[in-house]
């Protein structure tokens, strides 16, 4: 019984301390978890080309859309409100610097700890 009173401490001791460092293991992890890449999504803006006729419809496809600290859906709407000429929800939009595919254009927009990168569509 003595040997395993004698060993009972060092034991707790031990086992806390690798409860701590798998702990900490895991907060790096938790930075990458918030960067989703959401694929290609197509978007449907709708403008008036005559007054007095209905909307025209169009879809614009959109790729390689990847958020970090955003949601897929919240991306949707910040690129549709975008191509609609409204608010970007506090968004700064400009040309980014990462490959896409041909004939698509890198954009990127970013807030303060978000930020959302995207391939639009070419001229």
Do not use: D
């Not at 938790?30 to 694929?39: K, L, Y």
């Amino acid at each position: 019984m003595r040997a395993v009173r004698r060993w009972q401490g060092p034991a707790t001791i031990g086992s806390a301390l690798a409860f701590a460092l798998g702990a900490l293991a895991l907060i790096p992890g938790a930075a990458v978890a918030s960067t989703h890449a959401c694929g290609n999504h197509t978007i449907v803006i709708e403008q008036e080309t005559e007054p007095g006729k209905p909307k025209t419809k169009y879809k614009l496809p959109v790729k390689q859309i990847v958020t970090k600290g955003v949601s897929c859906s919240s991306a949707y709407k910040v690129i549709t409100a975008l191509y609609s000429g409204k608010p970007t929800e506090g968004f700064k939009c400009a040309s980014g610097k990462f490959k896409v595919p041909k004939y698509t254009i890198p954009q990127q927009c970013t807030k303060p700890g978000k930020k959302i990168q995207f391939a639009g569509q070419g001229g």
